[in-house]
Every structure is written in C-alpha cells, then in structure tokens.
C-alpha cells in the first residue's frame, strides 16, 4: 500500500529565506504525487504535481518539488519565503495499485518570520 | 479548472440530529467523490469513496451506518452524518475526480465545519 511521510512536524524560516519541506513516500507502483497548501479554516490548494514526466515540476508561487525516485522523496522547495507562505502543507501520493485513492502525510506547518 | 462546492460551509447542530452535507462538481461529471475528516491541527483522513451509482466503499474503521453517503448523479454526492454527537464536530472536505485530467486528478471542496452541541 501506497504512504507518505512528511518529515517535519513544522518548520520555521525567516522571510527572504529559503524553504525546505521534506516528503517520502511508499508506492508499489509508479506513484502520482502533488503538494498542496492550507491556509487555516480554509480549503485545500494545489501546488504542484508530479504525474510521470519531468521530474522536477513547477507550481505556483514559485514553489517547485523534485521526485527522486532512488530516494523515494518529493521534497518542496522555494528560494524566498514570503509571509503569506505561512500556512499547513500536505504532500499526497496516489497510484494505481491504491485505487488511485489520494493518502495524505501529516502536513507540516510552515511559520514564517519577518 | 475544474471546481467543486460543498454546502453548507458551515453547520451547527444538536446532538442526536443528523445533518447532511452536499459536494457538487460545477462544471464537470465525477464520477468517483472522495470523503475526508480533518481534526484540528491535522491530516485528511480519508472517510470513503463514492462512485456514481454504486455503493461507497468506506475505510476501515469508518462507521457505514454513521456516515451515509449517497452519489445519486455525476455532479453531486452527499455524507449525512446520522445521529450526530460533539465527537463527530469536524471539517468534512470532498474531492471529485475528473478523468479528463487523468487518474490521479482531484480537485477539493472548501470543506464544510461541523460543531455538534
């Protein structure tokens, strides 16, 4: 069965730094895995995705992730934080032996200081 | 893109009663809806997936009985939560595949707060 670790329960960084969230997974098969961020008593927003083609992908707000499969890891990554990047972010896999049901990891909350 | 609502956005209720919740997909056909709780301060946990015309299949440890879910057409699925006591008080968020964008696509609702008193 497919599951996802998120290595950092939280992680704080001073604005202008960069981010590093950290997310292994497990997948029997090749794996579909996406960044999402919550903002609080909000709702879930997608990042970015990987799906089998370039393995380093691009979402928005300058977020990017790169899936290592020798690491088995999805790591999020921004060159410069900003307030507003403050919020929960959860790494998710999905894959075809799971029913493409979508499993979350823990989330890590990002604080972000000015 | 594709959006999915999910009303009420938040509900009150008191213990015993029971409240359902609706997840509709605005402008494409699921037909497979997901089911997740959320705890404050934690991770979705997946609750069930509905698939149009079918039964759901729900996660272990997920009461049927207590949680109904219903996915009646290709745009709109409901959870009733029966019965409802303050330990179900939760955010309930949906998510709705669309097969256009592959397997793996969801796209989630902005997720519904429930306080049971």
């Known amino acids: 069965a497919q599951s996802v670790t998120q290595l950092d329960s939280h992680v704080s960084v001073s604005e202008g730094t960069p981010v590093l969230l950290r997310c292994n997974y497990s997948s029997s098969y090749s794996p579909s895995l996406f960044w999402y961020v919550q903002h609080p008593n909000k709702g879930l927003q997608l990042l970015l995705k990987?799906?089998?083609?370039?393995?380093l992908v691009k979402g928005i707000n300058g977020f990017e992730a790169e899936f290592k499969k020798s690491e088995t890891s999805f790591h999020l990554t921004k060159p410069s934080a900003h307030m507003s990047d403050a919020a929960e972010y959860f790494c998710?896999?999905?894959?075809?032996?799971?029913?493409?049901?979508?499993?979350f990891g823990a989330g890590t909350r990002l604080f972000v200081k000015a | 893109g594709a959006v999915v609502s999910q009303h009420p956005s938040w509900v009150i209720c008191k213990s015993g009663t029971s409240v359902k919740i609706e997840c509709r997909s605005l402008d494409f056909q699921a037909t497979t809806m997901f089911w997740y709780r959320q705890f404050p301060k934690q991770s979705l946990m997946l609750m069930a997936t509905?698939?149009?015309?079918?039964?759901?299949?729900?996660e272990q440890g997920v009461e049927k009985d207590k949680f109904l879910i219903n996915h009646a057409s290709l745009t709109l699925s409901t959870l009733t939560v029966t019965s409802a006591h303050p330990e179900d008080s939760s955010f309930y968020i949906c998510?709705?595949?669309?097969?256009?964008?592959?397997?793996?696509?969801?796209?989630f609702g902005p997720g519904t707060r429930l306080t049971v008193t």
């Open positions: 998710v896999v999905s894959d075809f032996a799971g029913g493409f049901k979508t499993i």
């Open positions: 509905s698939n149009e015309g079918s039964k759901a299949t729900y």
């Open positions: 990987y799906t089998s083609a370039a393995t």
């Open positions: 998510s709705a595949r669309d097969y256009v964008g592959g397997p793996y696509e969801q796209y």
